[in-house]
Nanobody, 121 residues
Framework: EVQLVESGGGLVQTGGSLRLSCATS????????IGWFRQAPGKEREWVSC????????YYADSVKGRFTISSDKAKNTVYLQMSSLRPEDTAVYYC??????????????WGKGTLVTVSS
């Protein structure tokens, strides 16, 4: 059974940092692209970042480039999202997702249940 479990969300002040974790199981970790998406209240889900675990290539949305860093740990089958210089507009539920591919797409194969990040002003 494929599982993706996010953790690390919480409340942080503007300018602060958080690290999200996505623990995965049930699939071949380094054969998948794993990404982070987010959905703010009243808004559509948007893609944030992606890592191709086969070669470590990373991708970022313009809105988080330079502030967020995605990384993967094959030994732990875990992907991380280090978020810095957080802004109120980063407030959202953050989802981890996996795709049997080298790239992330909007309709990923598997999704976690999400973790809430709240950035106070």
């Amino acid at each position: 059974e494929v599982q993706l479990v996010e953790s690390g969300g919480g409340l942080v002040q503007t300018g602060g940092s958080l690290r999200l974790s996505c623990a995965t199981s049930g699939f071949t970790f380094d054969a998948y692209a794993i990404g982070w998406f987010r959905q703010a209240p009243g808004k559509e889900r948007e893609w944030v970042s992606c890592v191709s675990t086969s070669d470590g290539t990373t991708y970022y949305a313009d809105s988080v480039k330079g502030r967020f860093t995605i990384s993967s740990d094959k030994a732990k089958n875990t992907v991380y999202l280090q978020m810095s210089s957080l802004r109120p507009e980063d407030t959202a539920v953050y989802y981890c997702a996996a795709e049997d591919s080298d790239v992330c797409v909007s309709t990923m194969d598997y999704w976690g249940k999400g973790t809430l990040v709240t950035v106070s002003s």
